[in-house]
Antibody, heavy 122, light 108 residues
Framework: QFQLVQSGAEVKKPGASVKVSCQASGYTFTNNGISWLRQAPGQGLEWMGWISGYNGDTKYPREFQGRVTMTTDTSTSTAYMELRSLRSDDTAVYYC????????????????WGQGTLVTVS | SNELTQPPSVSVSPGQTARITCSGDALSKKYAYWYQQKSGQAPVLVISEDDKRPSGIPERFSGSSSGTVATLTITGAQVEDEADYYCYSTDSSDNHVVFGGGTKLTVL
């Protein structure tokens, strides 16, 4: 059974950074990529980017370029997402999702989601 | 920003057929994926690669795609199908994930 377990809720001040972890189990971490998404209160889902579990390549949408960094630790099958220069509108639930597609290109095919991590910026 | 367009809401009575559309240029070259999200829960994949139903998803859920429009159909919608539904795809130029704004399905 595939599983992604995320780190706990965070409260941060504006201007600070937050780093959320996502530990994978039940599959070979390097065979897939991980996407990060977020959902602000009452809003839809927003894709923040993707990282390859195979070679660490990343893809970030323009909206997050320069403010987000995604990394992996293959020894512990863990992916990390760091968001810097936090603003109040970064308050959201952050999700990691296992990408079923090629390990070297993102797809929109996510078969497993983490439980979500609430980040509050206040 | 959203690059796929969905209607904000769809409402049907129990037992009726609900259809949710998703339109965008990406869909002419890439697959559509549909996710169901119930309040306070993580999203669940209900349709992959335009029309494939993952194991465990009821048969009443089906998907289709033609040109730049993908459609999620729930035949005989149940009260428990009330949720937000999101379509996703990838941009053909940079493989970035693009998504719709979500459709709130009401079954009552």
């Amino acid at each position: 059974q595939f599983q992604l377990v995320q780190s706990g809720a965070e409260v941060k001040k504006p201007g600070a950074s937050v780093k959320v972890s996502c530990q994978a189990s039940g599959y070979t971490f390097t065979n897939n990529g991980i996407s990060w998404l977020r959902q602000a209160p009452g809003q839809g889902l927003e894709w923040m980017g993707w990282i390859s579990g195979y070679n660490g390549d990343t893809k970030y949408p323009r909206e997050f370029q320069g403010r987000v960094t995604m990394t992996t630790d293959t020894s512990t099958s863990t992916a990390y997402m760091e968001l810097r220069s936090l603003r109040s509108d970064d308050t959201a639930v952050y999700y990691c999702a296992k990408d079923v597609g090629s390990p070297v290109l993102p797809s929109a095919h996510f078969d497993t989601w983490g439980q979500g991590t609430l980040v509050t910026v206040s | 920003s959203n690059e796929l367009t969905q209607p904000p809401s769809v409402s049907v009575s129990p037992g009726q057929t609900a259809r949710i559309t998703c339109s965008g240029d990406a869909l002419s070259k890439k697959y559509a994926y549909w996710y169901q999200q119930k309040s306070g829960q993580a999203p669940v994949l209900v349709i992959s690669e335009d029309d494939k139903r993952p194991s465990g998803i009821p048969e009443r859920f089906s998907g289709s795609s033609s040109g730049t429009v993908a459609t999620l159909t729930i035949t005989g919608a149940q009260v428990e199908d009330e949720a937000d539904y999101y379509c996703y795809s990838t941009d053909s130029s940079d493989n970035h994930v693009v998504f719709g704004g979500g459709t709130k399905l009401t079954v009552l």
